[in-house]
């Protein structure tokens, strides 16, 4: 591929200048390879090469990226494989575990392996964990308690395979229990300004996030959580993340608009 020219004075990435400009549109269209067996188990899980894209335009070689919400360690895979450090934090052992195990067999194959270490706790208490500064995080959290919904779209074929989880835990401490929106919110902000507190100023944060459709209620997820952010890091620009590939389902037909939200939010924002 031609990568067009070397910039001068790139303080943010190692990128060249077609790649920069490529990375630019505010929306995308991703059609996530098939997963392996050893990552089905999560229900949630985002493809690397996605996150690779993010964290190849805002961190250079040998950076720090973090995810506080690892699950099955994606956004620390695709680290190491661009030449990241690599941290995280995950709540689940079992997909931590998964997560440590596939990171372990790519830093055995790599000739110059970055450090790793993903962690599992409490993102709440990430304080105390010992991270180094970080350059870049980019996380998505649970979509509010919507996994516990039966019909929530993305789940219906996974419902049909016992072995396949389809929510994360029936843990206190996991979001995606927490029933009451705005409870939910608070803690979520809360991890988030925990979080914050580890970047370097004029760091990055990436939060890929959907809104949400409950019993005919709109919760506007993306756009509160932009709102809510915002009182301690800089909203830049989103990316939306446009999917082509997941099966329409009729709502409201012949009554009503109900859409198919077949896209999510890559909310950006900056350390000011
Ligand atoms: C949307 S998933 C993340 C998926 C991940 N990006 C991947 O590709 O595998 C959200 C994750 O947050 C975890 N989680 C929920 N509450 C948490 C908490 N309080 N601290 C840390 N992790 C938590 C869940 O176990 C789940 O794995």
Not at 210 to 234: C, Q, V
Request: proline share 4%; hydrophobic share 35%; glycine share 6%.
């Amino acid at each position: 591929m031609d990568r067009g020219k070397p910039l001068k004075h790139n303080r943010l990435n190692d990128l060249h200048s077609k790649e920069w400009i490529k990375f630019q549109k505010s929306w995308f269209i991703h059609r996530p390879a098939r997963r392996q067996s050893a990552v089905l188990l999560h229900p949630a899980k985002f493809p690397e090469e996605l996150i690779a894209e993010f964290i190849t335009f805002f961190t250079k070689q040998g950076q720090a990226v973090l995810d506080p919400m690892a699950g099955t360690g994606s956004a620390l895979i695709a680290a190491l494989q661009t030449g990241r450090r690599a941290y995280g934090v995950e709540l689940q052992d079992k997909y931590a575990d998964s997560a440590r195990e596939r990171l372990q067999k790519l830093s055995d194959e790599l000739d110059d392996p970055p450090e790793h270490r993903l962690e599992t706790a409490n993102a709440a208490n990430i304080a105390d964990l010992d991270f180094p500064e970080i350059d870049y995080c980019i996380t998505s959290p649970p979509y509010w308690d919507m996994l516990h919904r039966k019909g929530f779209d993305t789940q219906q074929e996974r419902r049909e395979d016992d072995s396949l989880d389809v929510h994360y835990s029936d843990d206190e401490a996991d979001l995606g229990n927490i029933e009451d929106y705005h409870h939910f919110l608070d803690n979520l902000t809360h991890i988030y300004r925990k979080v914050a507190e580890l970047l370097r100023e004029q760091a990055y944060m990436t939060v890929i996030v959907k809104n949400i459709k409950k019993g005919g209620t709109i919760y506007p997820l993306a756009w509160d959580l932009a709102g809510r952010m915002s009182e301690f890091l800089t909203l830049k620009d989103e990316k939306i993340w446009c999917q082509d590939d997941l099966r329409l389902g009729p709502y409201g037909m012949g009554y009503a608009w109900v859409s198919n939200t077949m896209h999510h939010y890559c909310l950006n924002f900056r350390k000011e």
